[in-house]
């Protein structure tokens, strides 16, 4: 008998991703209910550096009014309610930086602060505009690993809170100070949750990537954590780090199969790697004896990594090995945001509703590293479809199975999915915590 909690058998509804009464509902019981990363601290460095949001029917505003103070509004003009700020034409967001914003409809003006500053023909209302009538209608808003984080419940428990435990075994690895290398953005022909449980388990492994499998094994765990959940490979005792990103090819010869293993990486999916460990692992079969034992190549492998990153200004985390183990190789942050981090690196991604059609969503994938102060590249979010060859080859390996799962769904032949209890928990954790605000769609037992 396990006590880990949601560790039995259970299936799942198919109402979540498919019925379009669910997908509204969605609006007023769990969007405008939790917090939602909406971008990087970095994006918006300098005062009156803004960024936009768009979820379902709300915008919102991001904008750093102070060296140290990033504040939130709907994105819409107190009087007649025309969007304040547009989002140009097939645009990720909308971002700029000014000191007000200027309603294009009949003028009125904001500061930064969000106070109505000014009014065309103010008199014509005698007495009738006060600050609160004309102000920008404020969303919370915090930081937390780098991101922006709003939520437009007032109401609404401290972003800290919310997070943990994932705040407290990711803050050793420091993700705020990684910074973009790529990102990209679609509109998937699937629910949310079906693009975003294509990559909470690694069951799928063998299955849709088999060119990985003659590297060693991916398969792993996933444990329920409170409103999120984590997952993490599964690795022999005393290889607590294995369980993490950066692990080692176990073919015959483990220096030879972890340099395969980051050259395969780094060449057709571009993410959970940098050139730095790409070229430590090449070194790995001059550096070290035939023979070496596999927990030796890893540490060797992530000693020299470390090092020669080191040597350019790019300094590691140093984390506990236990919670390298524990906190394994993402989290599901509830409800909508994977955080798959690591050392030196990590990879994100995000869906979430495109319109109230529950078989589409928009999807974001970002790569993040650890660079050499001032050597960040600038990036921006690239609309890429998903058949563009910049998507290289494991991705769309994913892609591929999102659209083919939202039909199958559909079909009277379908009793509901039925999640992997120990390498697919995620998918009941994610389903269990949203039934407690949508109040329905619970998993059950599966008997
Ligand atoms: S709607 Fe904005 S000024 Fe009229
Ligand atoms: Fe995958």
Redesign the pocket.
């Known amino acids: 008998m396990t006590t880990e909690p949601l560790a039995g058998p259970l299936t799942i509804g198919v109402e979540a991703y498919i019925s379009e009464e669910y997908a509204r509902a969605e609006r007023d019981k769990l969007w405008a209910k939790v917090w939602q990363q909406v971008g990087r601290v970095e994006e918006i460095s300098k005062v009156g550096d803004f960024l936009t949001y768009e979820i379902l029917d709300d915008s919102v505003i991001v904008v750093r009014t102070a060296p140290d103070t990033i504040r939130a509004y709907y994105n819409v003009?107190s009087?007649?309610?025309?969007r304040l700020v547009d989002t140009p034409p097939g645009a990720h967001d909308a971002r700029g930086r000014g000191r007000q914003f200027v309603?294009g409809?009949?003028?009125?003006r904001y500061s930064i602060d969000g106070e109505c500053t000014h009014v065309p023909e103010r008199e014509d209302w005698p007495c009738g505009l006060t600050a609160e009538s004309t102000g920008l209608k404020k969303v919370r808003v915090d930081t937390w690993g780098g991101w922006i984080w709003i939520n437009m419940d007032p109401g609404c428990e401290p972003l800290r809170d919310y997070l943990e435990p994932a705040a407290s075994l990711l803050d050793p690895f420091h993700l705020e100070n990684m910074r973009y290398r790529w990102r990209r953005w679609l509109v998937f022909d699937c629910n949310w949750k079906t693009a975003l449980e294509a990559f909470m388990e690694t069951y799928h492994v063998p299955y849709t990537h088999p060119e990985f499998m003659p590297f060693g094994g991916f398969l792993g765990w996933a444990k329920a954590q409170g409103k999120h959940s984590n997952i993490g490979y599964d690795a022999p005792k005393g290889m607590d780090e294995n369980k993490a990103k950066l692990r080692i090819g176990t073919g015959s010869d483990p220096r030879v199969s972890t340099a395969d293993l980051q050259n395969f990486t780094w060449e057709n999916a571009n993410t959970n790697t940098t050139w730095t460990l790409v070229e430590a692992a090449q070194r790995l079969v001059d550096e070290l004896p035939e023979g070496t034992p596999a927990d030796q190549v890893l540490r060797h492998w992530l000693t020299a990594a470390r090092e020669h990153d080191a040597e350019r200004g790019v300094v590691w985390p140093t984390v506990d090995p236990e919670i390298v183990g524990k906190s394994g190789t993402a989290w599901q942050v509830f409800p909508n945001f994977q955080i798959g981090h690591a050392l030196n690196n990590m990879l994100c991604y995000s869906a979430r509703p495109y319109g109230y059609d529950p078989d589409k969503c928009v999807f974001e994938a970002a790569v993040y590293e650890l660079f050499p102060e001032g050597e960040e590249p600038e990036t921006e979010w690239i609309f890429t479809p998903e058949d563009d060859p910049d998507w290289r080859t494991v991705l769309p390996q994913d892609f591929a199975n999102m659209a083919a799962v939202q039909k199958g769904m559909k079909a009277r032949g379908f009793s509901g999915p039925k999640p992997n209890p120990y390498r697919e928990r995620s998918i009941a954790s994610l389903h269990h915590n949203l039934a407690r605000y949508m109040g329905t769609g619970a998993p059950r037992d599966l008997a």
């Open positions: 003009c009087h007649r309610g025309r309603c409809f009949h003028g009125w």
